[in-house]
């Protein structure tokens, strides 16, 4: 087939248009997704994109800060946090995100306060078992061992398959003397994961401390 002296230019130039198109038509780089396979640095790039052309999505901010928090970029996902509160002082999902913000950076009475917060306004939320389990670890630091214990299995019922926090539940029965108990969170945490050292030891703890009151 013999294209016409037209026929070729025209084809290019269509060629070119649908070129300069495909950019436009590209799905555009998601942050979750991202986030999800572990590119965290991406995927704040992402959200900070996001919002300089839209400074008040409450999804960029969600998802740019849990990504900073798994950096380890505590002060950065605070203020972002703060900022997020500004444009929404009720979602539930920055509240507990600046909560753990709040927790790494030593500020335990207000991460207290929005892990308390967030349980409340969404107890059946993606992040509740880690609100729960962030409790325990405050209360454990507070020395309030009964409200750590109440925070841990509330943790442990959302996440059982996770063997340090029943580990860290077993502790917490330790301390409140609950011997039987803190043996059987130990024992949990060993049945989940033979090699856990803190579950080891503290099982060994309990065992002697059993035998010395004759429990």
């Not at 301390?175 to 579950?199: C, F, G, R, V």
Request: glycine share 4%.
């Amino acid at each position: 087939m013999k294209y016409s002296r037209w026929s070729l230019p025209a084809i290019l130039v269509l060629f070119t248009l649908v070129a300069g198109l495909t950019p436009l038509l590209a799905d555009p780089p998601d942050a979750l997704a991202a986030y999800r396979n572990g590119n965290y640095q991406d995927s704040v790039s992402i959200c900070q994109n996001e919002l300089k052309a839209n400074p008040q999505n409450m999804d960029s901010f969600v998802v740019l800060t849990w990504a900073l928090l798994k950096l380890e970029k505590y002060q950065e996902a605070l203020d972002y946090t703060n900022q997020a509160l500004k444009v929404n002082p009720y979602d539930f999902r920055v509240i507990e995100a600046q909560a753990e913000a709040q927790y790494y950076l030593g500020k335990n009475v207000d991460a207290l306060h929005n892990f308390e917060q967030y349980v409340v306004l969404a107890p059946s939320g993606d992040r509740i078992e880690r609100a729960y389990y962030f409790m325990g670890e405050i209360y454990l630091q507070l020395g309030e061992y009964n409200h750590a214990d109440i925070a841990l299995t509330t943790a442990v019922y959302h996440a059982p398959q996770i063997a340090a926090w029943w580990a860290r539940l077993g502790y917490a029965r330790y301390l409140e003397k609950d011997y039987p108990s803190a043996l059987k969170a130990y024992n949990e945490a060993l049945n989940q994961d033979p090699n856990n050292s803190d579950a080891q030891r503290g099982k060994q703890q309990v065992q002697q401390a059993m035998a010395s009151s004759g429990t």
